[in-house]
Structure formats: structure tokens, C-alpha cells
């Protein structure tokens, strides 16, 4: 069973409009979250990350973390045809074991 | 930007065949990974290692060796390759804080085993 789970599984949405990506983490002992972009044929790209509670915003992209629930979301506002890829979340533990879960990512596809 | 390469980037081999896959990362990270990504299954963690001579099962080891020979060079070794092994890898580097790092991942190889 998937440690990170995300949904949904693909999206569509228009050009201009905003995307929400949601993620959580069965594993009660994470405590950092990641977002990946992966472009088609490309390697992932780190796009954000949360440790705290609340929300986090750059530029177009806003991270909200609630840990208590271990549930995090990636929105994306003004969505562009560049920001169609794969997005995987994933989760570091605690402990300083370098190592990250990732989910099975949400594909976006962004509509002209 | 961290730059970690990675080659071959493409490989195909016969079930039972030898393949050692190479990666290389130029920025001084500790950490390196050897990822492969499947459909249906993600990024799965094979191998990782905190430094030179240092080696960590991951979460997917089974047919898999890797070694870390120098900060710099991470190699992931398939002795006996099988078709199940068919897949895209990806190596990956991140700095000494560990947990709270970014992974810079490389332009992955992708590895037919017919």
C-alpha cells in the first residue's frame, strides 16, 4: 500500500484557471513534505517544499500543509500550458536518513 | 544548479546479462540515490549511500548491487538482469542535511532487458 497518496490520479483544466493537487501520508512519523515536477521525458524537478503548518506561496504555487492530518496540496493558480507534467509529492521521516516516499504523482494537463 | 549525470542513457540487454549503469554527481552532495520508475509504482527507492563506501538498502533492493566508490560516483549493478528489470533509473544527489535537502535528480537511463 502507497505511504503517499495522491489524487487525483490526472487532471484537465483550462489555460488561465487554477489546479489543486492533494497528497497524504499514512506514515505518522513524516514531518517534511515534497513537490516534484516532471516533465514529459525529463527528470523530476524539486517545486516546493513544507515543514510547518499554514501555507507557503512562490510566485504562482501555493503549498498548505496540515499536520496533524499529514495532508498537504500543491494549487497552482493562472495554470499555463508549460505547467502540464507529472506531480509527485513525497514525504521525508524524521531522522536524518536522507530518504524520500513519493506517491504515484498527479498528471496535469493544462488546456489553450 | 547541481549537475549529476548519468550513462548510458539508454541500454539494452539480454535476461542474464551484465549491466553496470553510472552516476556522477560535480557539487560535493553526501548523499546519492538510485531510483527506478515504473508505471503503476512510482519512484522506488533501489539503493542509497551517505557517502564514499557507504551503501543503504532501499526500499526495492532484490537483484541489485550498487557501489559508491568516491564522493562523486555512485554505480548500480544488475548481475543477472531480468525482464522485471525493465524500467527508467534515476540517480539522484542531495547535500548534507539529509532529510531537509532537495534531491537533484539526473537525466535518467533507461534499460531494456529482453
Known amino acids: 500500500q502507497q505511504k503517499v497518496q495522491q489524487s487525483p490520479e490526472s487532471l484537465i483544466v483550462p489555460e488561465g484557471g487554477m489546479a489543486s493537487l492533494n497528497c497524504t501520508s499514512s506514515?505518522?512519523?513524516?514531518?517534511y513534505f515534497w513537490w516534484y515536477r516532471q516533465h514529459s521525458g525529463k527528470s523530476p524537478k524539486m517545486l516546493m517544499?513544507?515543514?510547518?503548518?499554514g501555507e507557503k506561496e512562490e510566485g504562482r504555487f501555493t503549498v498548505h500543509l496540515n499536520k496533524a492530518s499529514l495532508h498537504t496540496s500543491l494549487h497552482i493558480r493562472d495554470s499555463q500550458p508549460s505547467d502540464s507534467a507529472l506531480y509527485l509529492c513525497?514525504?521525508?521521516?524524521?531522522?536524518?536518513?536522507?530518504?524520500?516516499?513519493f506517491g504515484l504523482g498527479t498528471t496535469l494537463q493544462v488546456q489553450p | 544548479e547541481a549537475a549529476v549525470t548519468q550513462s548510458p542513457r539508454n541500454k539494452v540487454t539480454v535476461t542474464g546479462g551484465n549491466v553496470t549503469l553510472s552516476c556522477r554527481q560535480t557539487?560535493?552532495?553526501?548523499?546519492m540515490y538510485w531510483y527506478r520508475q515504473d508505471t503503476g509504482h512510482g519512484l522506488r527507492l533501489i539503493h542509497y549511500?551517505?557517502?564514499?563506501?557507504?551503501?543503504q538498502i532501499g526500499d526495492v533492493p532484490d537483484g541489485y548491487k550498487a557501489t559508491r566508490t568516491t564522493q562523486e560516483d555512485f554505480f548500480l549493478l544488475l548481475e543477472l538482469a531480468s525482464p522485471s528489470q525493465t524500467s527508467l533509473y534515476f540517480c539522484?544527489?542531495?547535500?548534507?542535511?539529509?532529510?531537509?535537502?532537495?534531491?537533484?535528480f539526473g537525466p535518467g537511463t533507461r534499460l531494456t532487458v529482453l
Open positions: 549511500s551517505y557517502g564514499a563506501g557507504n551503501l
Open positions: 557539487n560535493s552532495h553526501n548523499y
Open positions: 513525497a514525504a521525508s521521516r524524521a531522522g536524518n536518513t536522507g530518504k524520500l516516499i
Open positions: 539522484a544527489s542531495s547535500a548534507r542535511t539529509g532529510n531537509y535537502a532537495e534531491q537533484f
Open positions: 506514515d505518522r512519523n513524516v514531518d
Open positions: 517544499s513544507i515543514f510547518s503548518n
